[in-house]
Protein backbone atom coordinates (compact mmCIF):
# COMPACT_ATOMS: atom_id res chain seq x y z
CA UNK A 1 0.00 0.00 0.00
CA UNK A 2 1.07 3.25 -1.01
CA UNK A 3 0.18 6.62 1.01
CA UNK A 4 1.01 9.92 0.39
CA UNK A 5 1.23 12.79 2.39
CA UNK A 6 1.19 16.39 1.02
CA UNK A 7 4.18 18.42 1.37
CA UNK A 8 2.54 21.84 1.38
CA UNK A 9 -1.10 23.03 2.69
CA UNK A 10 -1.94 23.80 -0.81
CA UNK A 11 -1.47 20.76 -2.00
CA UNK A 12 -4.18 19.14 0.99
CA UNK A 13 -6.91 17.72 -0.92
CA UNK A 14 -9.55 18.08 2.53
CA UNK A 15 -9.78 20.50 5.01
CA UNK A 16 -12.93 20.09 7.09
CA UNK A 17 -12.92 24.10 8.02
CA UNK A 18 -12.57 25.12 5.01
CA UNK A 19 -15.75 26.16 2.98
CA UNK A 20 -17.19 24.45 -0.33
CA UNK A 21 -15.65 26.20 -3.24
CA UNK A 22 -19.62 26.42 -4.52
CA UNK A 23 -20.68 27.84 -1.68
CA UNK A 24 -23.06 30.96 -1.59
CA UNK A 25 -20.94 32.18 1.42
CA UNK A 26 -17.37 33.66 1.17
CA UNK A 27 -17.21 33.92 4.92
CA UNK A 28 -18.80 32.73 8.18
CA UNK A 29 -18.90 33.27 11.20
CA UNK A 30 -20.71 33.47 14.95
CA UNK A 31 -21.04 34.90 17.91
CA UNK A 32 -19.89 31.37 19.89
CA UNK A 33 -18.73 27.73 18.18
CA UNK A 34 -18.95 24.96 19.97
CA UNK A 35 -15.50 23.22 20.39
CA UNK A 36 -17.06 19.99 18.24
CA UNK A 37 -18.74 22.10 15.43
CA UNK A 38 -17.81 24.24 13.05
CA UNK A 39 -19.20 27.44 11.21
CA UNK A 40 -18.19 26.36 7.75
CA UNK A 41 -20.92 23.40 8.59
CA UNK A 42 -23.67 25.97 7.73
CA UNK A 43 -22.89 26.21 4.26
CA UNK A 44 -21.14 23.32 3.40
CA UNK A 45 -23.84 22.39 1.20
CA UNK A 46 -24.49 19.02 2.98
CA UNK A 47 -27.80 18.47 5.36
CA UNK A 48 -28.91 15.48 7.17
CA UNK A 49 -33.59 14.30 6.64
CA UNK A 50 -33.60 14.84 10.60
CA UNK A 51 -32.74 17.95 12.74
CA UNK A 52 -31.29 15.53 14.88
CA UNK A 53 -27.61 16.63 13.66
CA UNK A 54 -26.57 12.90 13.72
CA UNK A 55 -25.19 12.42 10.53
CA UNK A 56 -24.19 16.01 9.00
CA UNK A 57 -21.91 18.61 10.08
CA UNK A 58 -23.33 21.42 12.10
CA UNK A 59 -22.59 24.44 14.44
CA UNK A 60 -23.85 24.88 17.54
CA UNK A 61 -23.77 27.50 20.88
CA UNK A 62 -23.03 24.55 23.36
CA UNK A 63 -21.30 25.64 26.71
CA UNK A 64 -23.17 28.94 25.49
CA UNK A 65 -26.73 28.02 27.47
CA UNK A 66 -29.88 30.53 27.25
CA UNK A 67 -27.45 33.38 25.69
CA UNK A 68 -28.81 35.26 22.77
CA UNK A 69 -26.43 34.40 19.80
CA UNK A 70 -25.76 35.08 15.53
CA UNK A 71 -24.23 33.52 12.55
CA UNK A 72 -23.08 35.93 10.05
CA UNK A 73 -22.92 34.56 6.42
CA UNK A 74 -21.20 36.94 4.01
CA UNK A 75 -21.20 36.71 0.46
CA UNK A 76 -18.78 37.18 -2.33
CA UNK A 77 -20.07 39.80 -3.45
CA UNK A 78 -23.45 42.08 -3.22
CA UNK A 79 -26.69 40.33 -4.43
CA UNK A 80 -30.20 40.39 -4.65
CA UNK A 81 -31.67 37.91 -2.35
CA UNK A 82 -34.70 35.75 -3.11
CA UNK A 83 -35.30 33.32 0.09
CA UNK A 84 -33.52 32.62 2.62
CA UNK A 85 -33.95 28.41 4.81
CA UNK A 86 -32.24 28.00 8.02
CA UNK A 87 -32.42 24.21 8.83
CA UNK A 88 -32.25 23.93 12.84
CA UNK A 89 -31.07 21.69 14.59
CA UNK A 90 -32.82 20.16 17.56
CA UNK A 91 -31.92 17.28 19.88
CA UNK A 92 -35.55 16.60 22.11
CA UNK A 93 -33.78 15.05 24.64
CA UNK A 94 -30.42 17.05 24.48
CA UNK A 95 -29.14 19.91 25.02
CA UNK A 96 -29.30 22.19 21.46
CA UNK A 97 -32.91 23.09 21.06
CA UNK A 98 -34.98 25.16 18.37
CA UNK A 99 -35.04 28.50 18.66
CA UNK A 100 -37.54 30.35 21.05
CA UNK A 101 -37.56 33.13 18.58
CA UNK A 102 -34.85 34.17 15.22
CA UNK A 103 -34.91 36.90 12.92
CA UNK A 104 -32.50 38.06 10.40
CA UNK A 105 -30.68 41.38 9.58
CA UNK A 106 -28.66 42.28 6.47
CA UNK A 107 -25.77 44.21 5.49
CA UNK A 108 -26.50 46.93 3.17
CA UNK A 109 -23.76 49.20 2.76
CA UNK A 110 -21.83 48.37 5.92
CA UNK A 111 -25.05 48.93 8.17
CA UNK A 112 -27.01 46.17 9.60
CA UNK A 113 -31.04 46.67 8.67
CA UNK A 114 -33.77 44.15 9.51
CA UNK A 115 -34.85 41.60 7.05
CA UNK A 116 -38.29 42.74 5.83
CA UNK A 117 -40.73 39.49 5.78
CA UNK A 118 -43.04 38.97 2.90
CA UNK A 119 -46.47 39.74 4.21
CA UNK A 120 -47.56 35.61 4.40
CA UNK A 121 -43.93 34.56 5.88
CA UNK A 122 -42.81 34.36 9.29
CA UNK A 123 -40.06 32.63 11.03
CA UNK A 124 -40.59 29.20 11.82
CA UNK A 125 -38.83 26.65 13.63
CA UNK A 126 -40.74 23.32 11.95
CA UNK A 127 -38.63 20.02 12.30
CA UNK A 128 -36.66 17.79 9.32
CA UNK A 129 -36.82 21.05 6.71
CA UNK A 130 -35.25 24.19 5.46
CA UNK A 131 -38.07 27.21 7.45
CA UNK A 132 -37.90 29.59 4.42
CA UNK A 133 -38.39 33.16 4.53
CA UNK A 134 -38.92 35.71 1.54
CA UNK A 135 -38.25 39.85 1.80
CA UNK A 136 -40.60 41.95 1.42
CA UNK A 137 -38.84 43.85 -1.56
CA UNK A 138 -36.12 43.15 -3.45
CA UNK A 139 -33.44 43.06 -1.51
CA UNK A 140 -29.65 43.76 -2.25
CA UNK A 141 -27.18 42.92 0.10
CA UNK A 142 -23.38 41.82 1.49
CA UNK A 143 -24.36 39.61 3.91
CA UNK A 144 -27.07 38.23 6.11
CA UNK A 145 -27.27 37.51 9.67
CA UNK A 146 -29.32 35.17 11.58
CA UNK A 147 -30.07 36.50 15.57
CA UNK A 148 -31.13 33.95 17.49
CA UNK A 149 -32.79 33.83 21.27
CA UNK A 150 -32.55 30.14 22.49
CA UNK A 151 -35.51 28.56 25.00
CA UNK A 152 -33.96 28.23 28.66
CA UNK A 153 -31.05 26.49 29.94
CA UNK A 154 -30.38 25.37 26.04
CA UNK A 155 -28.07 26.07 22.93
CA UNK A 156 -29.16 26.51 19.48
CA UNK A 157 -27.96 24.69 16.51
CA UNK A 158 -28.14 25.21 12.70
CA UNK A 159 -27.45 22.58 10.63
CA UNK A 160 -27.58 24.40 7.29
CA UNK A 161 -28.03 27.81 5.68
CA UNK A 162 -29.49 28.30 2.23
CA UNK A 163 -30.05 31.53 0.51
CA UNK A 164 -31.29 31.63 -3.00
CA UNK A 165 -30.41 34.66 -5.54
CA UNK A 166 -32.48 36.74 -8.16
CA UNK A 167 -30.93 36.62 -11.66
Not at 17 to 42: C, I, M, N, Q, W
Request: glycine share 6%; proline share 5%; aromatic share 12%.
Amino acid sequence: MTVWFPLRSDMAVYDPHALPKESVFKKLTASHTAGEDTTTAVGDGQVDKWSSGNKASRWTSRGQAGKAQWVIGRFHETKNIRSVGVFWMDRWQGDVRFPKEWSLEVEQNGKWNPFELYTTDRYDTRANQYNVVHPAAPLKCDAVRIKMTPKEDTSVGILELQVAFEE
